[in-house]
């Protein structure tokens, strides 16, 4: 059961480019990051990120560190391609989305209703800011293939 899914897409506009190239570009970026790949059908790939090495919390270095998997499908858009990437957080991703609520909900035995307040909507904050760092590692990922394999194309 899939609870929490991000969602990246990107165009890439070079009509000299085939569907096939393109997933190859993506599919070696991945094993590059230490992902097992498998292509499900001829424009989309299935890939689940080993859980070494430890995830870099970097925006400028493509990273999946902080994903567990997820799918890239590449579709034909007004000339060329929309890839979209689904991506699952790993699992303490999503039990520290709950934590707040928990500690809303159950709060600690010391403390009182004010103070329960403040730790979980103190907590949302950081959440979102974990959030929005996988959000923009996938962009990042996938822009800086996206610019590999133009670059790659141009040259030939």
Known sequence: MILFELKASTDVNAAALSRSLLLDAYESALRRCQATVVRVGEDELSFRVSTEPPPRLSLSDPDLGLVSGGTIEVAAAGGGFRVTMRARPRNWFLILSMAPWLLLLWGLGFTTAPWRWLTAFG?????????????ANLHTF???TNRAVTEKEGTE
Do not use: E
């Open 142 to 144: 996938m822009d800086h």
């Open 123 to 135: 907590g949302l904050p950081l959440v979102a800011l974990l959030w929005t760092v996988v959000w």
